[in-house]
């Protein structure tokens, strides 16, 4: 039997999850990506993208030796990280970008180690917590997200992608 670490099993649920996105995301007609579901909402495009960046910068704050969430503004470390996202625009471009950069993200935690994983990072919040369960956070960050494109889905009489896999 093969044992797995937390930081396995932590790593599995964001690969499960970021599967789970690029199902939706493909689930979805490249026609309709640019499509404001209502005013204030953002695009399906606008949001894989912030997958795309919130992914990239969760992986390089968790694995920087001093990192912090509260070191800078938001867009700052959307720019540190995830500089070039906001140009990718077709829907296998965002395919690819939300593969390449969860494979990315891997690595880089996957080199800190489980050990690095477990010390503690300032939130976005204030609060300290450790990276492993502020990675937990960004995992569940995506999965609110993957529920808007599956939501996306229904608005475009389409069926989610999770719910094709469940009902076969």
């Known amino acids: 039997m093969q044992m797995h670490t937390l930081l396995d099993e932590a790593l599995e649920a964001w690969a499960y999850t970021r ?3 690029i199902a939706e ?7 309709r990506f640019d499509v404001r579901p209502a005013e204030g ?5 606008e949001l894989v993208r912030h997958i795309i960046e919130s992914g990239l910068m969760m992986a390089g704050e968790l694995t920087r030796p001093d990192g912090d969430f509260t070191r800078q503004a938001y ?17 296998a471009q ?18 800190a ?26 995992i569940s960050h995506e999965e609110y997200h993957r529920g808007q494109l599956a939501l996306y889905a229904r608005l475009m009489a389409k069926v989610p992608a999770l719910t094709r896999l469940i009902h076969g």
């Open 25 to 31: 995301v493909r689930n979805l007609p490249a026609s």
């Open 94 to 111: 965002l395919v690819d970008r939300l593969a390449r950069g969860h494979a990315q993200g891997e690595q880089k935690i996957r080199a």
């Open 113 to 138: 180690g489980e050990r690095f994983m477990l010390q503690y990072i300032r939130r976005f919040d204030g609060l300290d917590g450790t990276r492993l369960a502020w990675m937990h956070h960004g």
């Open 41 to 45: 909402g953002r695009t399906a495009a």
């Open 75 to 91: 867009p700052k470390f959307i720019a540190e990280y995830a500089g070039g996202v906001g140009r990718v625009r077709t829907k």
């Open 19 to 21: 599967r789970g996105v």
